[in-house]
């Protein structure tokens, strides 16, 4: 005779192995199944709805720690800074203010935000805040698409889609004959319900009225409801209330989590200030905690800081070692402060440690030209081009292996490589640089020239195409095309000494006149 397992706690067993879909449908034959006349049929459906609840949220969770983008709605009508003009290093728009002796956009490419570009893409680092509605409908906001995100809200409307896909029938719970007032008092279902409505159903008014209740049910001294009452504030917008929940949660439990939400919370009002000494008070609670090392080292190299981010990414690694983000900035920092053969052992422990992407293979190539290791650069680069997942890693490798080209001196190789570049990504501004100084090379004047007036306007951050412009139009005679783009090069790059001197050159000029 054969012996079945209890369906209830075979559907647990499936939670626990992450195979979250059979757990849902075995919840749900139980719940059909079940008379609702008897007590104990009555508890094993509690049971049964509680775990159908909590795989249905698992399906779609997503850290609320770390995802966090902000789209143009947030960017460009933010009116929640305290001062409008920022006293210098205090804010993190106006990053370029505190260098702290970082390297210089000659030696690091920068964001057009002012901040140097980072060794790890996070959400928001691509390209940091726009100054203006135009760049922020030009910014790539994300890592795999160029399309800037809209707004906040948008995308976790998307994510709350996926509760009309779970039932045929329709959703699983119908939240608007929900008796919310009744489940507050049940601690045992009020939070897996909670988890449901916020993260499946994105119906954040529900969510923060259960919150609500709940919080009021416990006294108000249950530091759980008083973190998620802070999440739904955030994700409404009203960052004031969700700091007052986040403190008071901390009052009554201190928990890692509440410092990475409350630190989120002071971000977003552009604090940075106070969002490093949350951190640091965190850490005299939780010494050497990683998570909190890493948000006091993202927070140094958003404002620009490099030597103290680094500093904070190797105490990272002494408390986690295989942490990758730490490696990977630590590596991009060594490289761009002429330190190659450091940066190739940082990356070689990344792929020791099994990351295995075109991006990483694509920093080895570049580590090995610089350190004299020309052998592996090919073979690298070669790795990269089989592993790309899109057309702007393909045009990036390209634009690299063309760098190489012009490093050995074969200027035919380098001009098909920045060819291919904008084959791929037609809107890659380096690439467009490097060509329009080949064409001049060459002596093609105007060809150099439509090159670099393309790569101004793709990339208004960078120096390079405005100084190339205004050295190439001084050239040719036409000095004030040539001090207007000259201006616009010191405005990317103030210490650049060679504008400085072409800006004196052509005042003269036009004190003569």
Not at 48 to 76: C, F, H, N
Not at 415 to 426: E, G, H, R
Request: with cysteine; proline share 4%; aromatic share 10%.
């Amino acid at each position: 005779m054969e012996v079945t397992m209890d369906p209830l706690f075979l559907a647990w067993s499936y939670f626990r192995r992450r195979k979250l879909q059979q757990c849902s449908d075995i919840c749900t034959k139980i719940l059909q199944d079940s008379p609702y006349d008897q007590d104990s049929a009555l508890l094993i459906s509690e049971a049964a709805w509680s775990l159908k609840t909590r795989a249905l949220t698992e399906m779609v969770y997503i850290d609320e720690v770390e995802v966090d983008q902000e789209g143009i709605a947030e960017m460009m009508l933010d009116e929640s800074s305290i001062a409008q003009v920022a006293r210098p290093g205090t804010s993190l728009r106006l990053p370029g203010t505190s260098q702290g002796g970082g390297p210089t956009p000659a030696v690091r490419p920068m964001t057009q935000s002012g901040r140097p570009i980072t060794g790890f893409v996070r959400p928001s680092t691509q390209s940091g805040r726009p100054g203006t509605m135009e760049q922020a409908i030009k910014t790539p906001r994300t890592a795999s698409t160029a399309r800037p995100v809209t707004s906040a809200s948008g995308r976790f409307i998307r994510l709350g889609t996926a509760s009309m896909l779970t039932n045929p029938d329709g959703p699983f719970i119908n939240l608007s004959r929900l008796n919310l007032a009744k489940y507050s008092q049940k601690p045992n279902l009020s939070r897996t319900l909670f988890e449901f409505i916020f993260h499946h159903e994105n119906d954040v008014k529900n969510a923060l009225d259960l919150a609500a209740q709940a919080t009021e049910h416990a006294q108000f001294k249950d530091w759980w409801w008083k973190v998620q009452l802070g999440k739904c504030y955030y994700r409404l917008g009203l960052y004031r209330e969700a700091e007052k929940q986040f403190r008071s949660a901390l009052n009554h439990q201190e928990v890692v989590d509440t410092y990475l939400y409350l630190a989120k919370v002071y971000q977003r009002l552009d604090q940075p200030i106070t969002a490093l000494n949350l951190f640091k008070q965190g850490l005299d609670h939780f010494p050497g905690e990683v998570t909190l090392l890493t948000g006091i080292a993202r927070i140094h190299e958003e404002m620009n800081n490099v030597s103290s981010a680094t500093e904070y990414y190797k105490d990272v690694l002494k408390q986690d070692n295989t942490h990758v983000e730490a490696i990977a900035c630590i590596g991009s920092n060594h490289f761009y402060t002429d330190q190659p053969e450091i940066a190739l052992r940082f990356y070689r422990r990344l792929l020791q440690m099994g990351v295995y992407n075109c991006q990483l293979y694509n920093n080895l190539g570049l580590c090995c030209f610089y350190a004299q290791q020309y052998d592996m650069t090919l073979s690298s680069f070669e790795r990269a081009l089989a592993l790309v997942a899109n057309d702007e890693e393909q045009a990036d490798v390209w634009y690299n292996i063309g760098h190489v080209a012009v490093g050995i001196g074969d200027l035919t190789l380098a001009y098909q490589c920045f060819k291919l570049a904008l084959a791929f990504n037609n809107d890659h501004a380096e690439a467009y640089n490097n060509l329009a100084v080949l064409e001049l090379r060459k002596g093609r004047i105007e060809q150099s020239k439509a090159f670099l007036q393309t790569a101004a306007s793709l990339a208004p951050h960078m120096y390079e195409p405005h100084f190339n412009l205004s050295i190439l139009s001084e050239k040719i005679g036409d000095l004030q095309s040539s001090y207007t783009a000259a201006q616009k090069s010191e405005d990317s790059f103030p210490e650049h000494v060679d504008t400085q001197q072409l800006l004196k050159q052509l005042r003269q000029h036009f004190a003569v006149l």
